[in-house]
């Protein structure tokens, strides 16, 4: 009756077969081109970030483009002229620069490095320009690092103070990035990085800073104190993606994933909260992000959670949004360790009060206007954000457990109705003295021992003649 329906229609008749092998057929090339960005090296910001009305604000270049993505735009040409200055101060002279050209010009180069991008955004480009792209691009990056970022200002080629803090921002945005082992192949090739500069770019450049704890004759005799483990930026296919490993090196998912802990709800809404259950916040002092702890104090009712040391200035959300696109693209959910941070520290930062904790404990070191601004900006940075369920879990739910006991719950009512002034509190100490007084003097009249006078005492009141 269907097939009938069909012929009818002038259409033609589809069998049950048919069906199933456009279902099978459609399920393969879904899979197959469901994650472009998966192969892509230096892939671009998923479309779905793309399509934010601040895109251009925090993932496209202010003043100098890297690769190919953002190549030509008219705003960036101040910058882009001043690329072949920078290469001949690096390379000095015309024999070295014909040297490096002719090595990145190589076919298989060519066709390698082409191969970090997706493929319609170097289709523009012959090999010629293409090569020329890369060997300007390295040679400003080096160049900035060694002599602009950790050298003398007044080398700095050209380069105006405002340019060059938008540089060092613009350098660390995802679709602004040339292949990593191009720009350690020149430094190589030149002999650039003799003082181990580049690692040192990463290290200040870095968001989480170490803190060092103060020293004093005790730390200084024990030789044995563990101290801060310095990150390896070392591999990554780019210069964000070895910022990230860096941070994320000593992080790993939890192996053991329970269920019950997994459906465990959160029910306290900031900082305040926890410091009013007895727990208190210090830095970890390492650079991992996974560097999350929670301890218990010797007081049953107090708590430490040690949180990696975060800075904050007007780079941060510029840098945290581009991890965190970064992660987005991994399509793994356990290397989103920024996310997951980001999202904790968001569950923990309600109020400006809660940043001024944090902010006097050392967990944020922030170089904005008030506490307000610091507060605002993490809410806003968390919007939409879906981090791993597991990371971190097992704190949370430590949180959780020290936040809902009920001898915390107690020690919390006694803070904030007692110990608001001092006033209260020695109101309370009067009570409690008073208290302890009338218990004893109960105590020494129920069941005082027995002086040497009590029998002749009951003999008179028994013999009041006498």
């Known amino acids: 009756m269907l097939a009938q329906q069909d012929q009818t229609q002038g259409r033609i008749e589809v069998t049950n077969d048919s069906i199933i092998d456009s279902i099978a057929a459609s399920c393969i090339n879904a899979t197959a081109t469901s994650s472009p960005s998966s192969d892509v090296k230096i892939p671009r910001v998923p479309i779905m970030v793309r399509e934010k009305d601040d895109y251009e604000k925090y993932y496209v270049p202010k003043v100098v483009s890297i690769g190919p993505y953002h190549f030509g735009k008219p705003k960036l040409q101040s910058v882009e002229k001043l690329k072949p200055v920078f290469a001949m101060k690096l390379l000095e002279n015309k024999e070295t620069l014909r040297r490096l050209y002719n090595k990145l010009g190589e076919p298989q180069m060519v066709q390698d490095l082409r191969s970090y991008y997706e493929e319609d955004s170097t289709t523009m480009f012959c090999n010629k320009e293409f090569t020329k792209m890369m060997l300007l691009d390295v040679c400003f990056i080096l160049y900035y690092i060694q002599f602009v970022y950790l050298g003398n200002p007044e080398d700095c080629g050209g380069l105006s103070n405002h340019q060059i803090v938008f540089v060092h921002q613009d350098l660390f945005l995802l679709e602004n990035q040339i292949p990593y082992k191009v720009l350690i192949e020149v430094a190589k090739l030149l002999d650039l990085d003799k003082q181990n500069s580049i690692s040192l770019f990463f290290y200040t450049s870095s968001f989480v800073k170490h803190w060092w704890p103060k020293r004093n004759w005790l730390t200084s005799i024990i030789s044995h104190i563990r101290y801060p483990k310095k990150p390896k930026f070392e591999s990554g296919n780019h210069l964000l993606e070895v910022l990230h490993r860096g941070l994320t090196e000593y992080s790993k998912a939890p192996k053991h994933r329970s269920a019950f802990r997994n459906n465990f709800m959160l029910n306290f809404r900031n900082v305040n909260e926890l410091v009013d259950v ?189």
């Open 278 to 466: 007895g727990i208190q916040f210090k830095p970890s002092g390492s650079l991992s992000l996974s560097s999350v702890e929670f301890s218990k104090g010797w007081l049953r009712f107090s708590a430490h959670v040690k949180l990696p040391r975060i800075t904050v200035d007007d780079s941060t959300k510029h840098m945290l949004f581009n991890m965190m696109a970064y992660e987005m693209c991994l399509n793994s959910v356990d290397h989103a360790w920024v996310t997951s941070y980001v999202c904790l520290l968001d569950s923990l930062i309600d109020r400006p009060e809660d940043v001024k904790i944090l902010r006097k404990a050392w967990v944020l070191e922030t170089s904005l206007g008030s506490d307000e601004e610091v507060a605002k900006l993490f809410n806003e940075i968390a919007i939409d954000l879906v981090p791993n369920n597991w990371t971190y879990l097992e704190t949370k739910f430590k949180i959780q457990e020290h936040y809902e006991s009920w001898s915390n719950t107690l020690f919390s009512e006694l803070k904030n109705e007692y110990f608001k002034s001092p006033w209260a509190i020695f109101a309370l100490l009067g009570a409690l003295i008073a208290l302890f007084l009338s218990g004893a003097q109960t105590y020494y009249t129920r069941w005082s021992p027995k002086g040497e006078c009590d029998d002749l005492c009951m003999m008179l009141k028994k013999n009041p003649h006498l």
